[in-house]
């Protein structure tokens, strides 16, 4: 990959192996406007929340620089595709679709969705740390799949093409907090409005004094991984590739933090899709481990049968409830037999990781009762219910959609060191992918 210049902001200010939660400037790589037909044409949702293959094949036509051409590439084996990749980034690099800033900077980013509210955060390259520091959170597993894949993609390219979302609390005094909101009173350095209503912005910061006094604010602090676990795994697998003496820039990864005291994240919940299960076979094995009655559609007054159900309990009937569907009607799921769950669900953890949706669907539904294996091939995870209500009815499959898992839950089982099943929450709103991007080797 063409290398946009040497970078000395990296660990300007912030020293390489302090400890704590550290934030540092870099040399964001963005597109140049003038090269391409829009930035919102451009950009798209992470990786993982493209839901293929027709959101990627949508998202190719808006425009031929696209981001997924490069977090997505689809020709060829998975080593064929990370090549690809790379020689894409290369090329446009060398033809000026893409060019480095100036000067590092912590960039100051700010989403605004259709339906209200607003979000901002810092976006920078955070320094690695592993679970020993509890410095950054995880609180779900991961699955060896993706991180082989990004890992690669990683590799190839020897970029962070898009940033993972961090949470942290911060304090209205803090210096982060004042300088992210004096920043967003300011012209931008780039505003766009995406496909989904959302409106961004971007500014950057390279004031020397205002990055040491952000890194003072949040050197104290820790963080939770709302969004990329998998990516997350993916930086701590190539900094442990790397001598220990000599990691360079692999020791940082890019990520959006956010200060959740005043700007508090949606969690909402990742469908699973059965691809081979049929609705009619889910339903008939099922009988004798939940209640199963129909209700009726459309999809949002079944979600919120779902949603009541879920809220109901406290009887000794337990709160987990899923909603089915792929077959043209809704069935709902409630009341599962509580020796099936005891018999079924580990019970070396806390309560609240047992009593989570994602535990009872995996452990008793999908691994004893439907013997459904936890593979790419025969599950799916959506993020979106009803794209995965369409996938499930064009595959004949099963969409067990899901309720989403109280953020208090998701903290107290992170600050216990427990992690809940993989896929189990989607935070956001999450950052746009294109917007900025960071090249190790520049740094």
């Known amino acids: 990959m063409s290398n946009p210049g040497s970078s000395p902001g990296l660990h300007r200010g912030v020293p390489r192996r302090a400890p704590g939660l550290r934030l540092a400037p870099f040399r964001g790589l963005r597109y140049v406007p003038e090269r391409v037909g829009s930035l919102s044409a451009v950009t798209s949702p992470p990786y993982d929340v493209v839901v293929r293959p027709d959101g990627l094949d949508h998202l190719e036509t808006l425009d031929p620089y696209n981001i997924v051409r490069l977090t997505l590439p689809r020709d060829g084996d998975i080593s064929t595709r990370h090549a690809q990749a790379a020689r894409t980034l290369r090329r446009w690099l060398d033809d000026g679709v893409l060019a ?26 955070l320094r690695l740390t592993g679970p020993e520091e509890r410095v950054v959170l995880p609180h779900e597993s991961v699955m060896p799949e993706p991180v082989a894949d990004r890992a690669g993609l990683m590799r190839a390219t020897a970029a962070n093409l898009e ?5 942290y609390r911060g304090d209205e005094a803090g210096a982060a907090a004042r300088l992210v909101e004096r920043t967003a009173g300011l012209p931008p350095l780039l505003a766009t409005t995406t496909e989904d209503g959302t409106r961004h912005r971007l500014w950057a910061v390279t004031d020397p004094h205002d990055i040491a006094a952000v890194d003072a604010d949040l050197a104290p602090r820790q963080a939770l ?38 700007y508090p994240l949606r969690v909402r919940a990742i469908h699973r899709v059965l691809r081979e299960l049929p609705v009619a076979d889910a339903l008939a094995a099922v009988r004798g481990a939940f209640s199963v009655r129909e209700v009726r559609g459309p999809l949002d007054g079944a979600l919120e049968a779902l949603a009541s159900a879920t809220a109901q309990g406290g009887d000794g009937s337990g709160r987990n409830a899923f909603l089915l569907a792929g077959d043209g009607r809704f069935h709902l799921l409630t009341r599962p037999d509580e020796h099936l769950v005891a018999e079924a669900v580990p019970q070396d953890q806390p309560r609240a990781w047992r009593e989570l949706d994602a535990t009872v669907l995996h452990s008793l539904l999908i691994d004893r009762v439907w013997r459904v294996p936890d593979s790419p091939e025969h599950i799916g ?13 064009r595959l004949g499959g099963t969409a067990v959609l899901m309720h989403p898992v109280a ?8 600050r216990e060191g427990v992690m809940m099943p993989r896929k189990s929450t989607s935070f956001g709103p999450k950052p746009a992918s294109g917007l900025v991007l960071r090249s190790v080797e520049a740094d």
């Open 225 to 262: 991984i709302a969004d990329g676990h998998h990516r997350w795994a993916t930086y701590l697998r190539l900094l442990a590739e790397r001598p220990a003496d000599d990691p360079g820039a692999w020791d940082h990864g890019l990520v959006l933090l956010v200060d959740t005291a005043r």
């Open 407 to 414: 953020e208090h839950t998701v903290l107290e089982l992170a």
């Open 100 to 125: 480095a800033d100036p000067e590092p900077a912590l960039y100051v980013y700010e989403q605004r969705p259709r339906d209200g509210g607003v979000q901002r955060g810092l976006i920078g390259a």
């Open 381 to 393: 995870y959506v993020h979106d219910a009803p794209a995965a209500v369409r996938q499930a009815e």
């Open 163 to 167: 940033p993972l979302l961090l949470a």
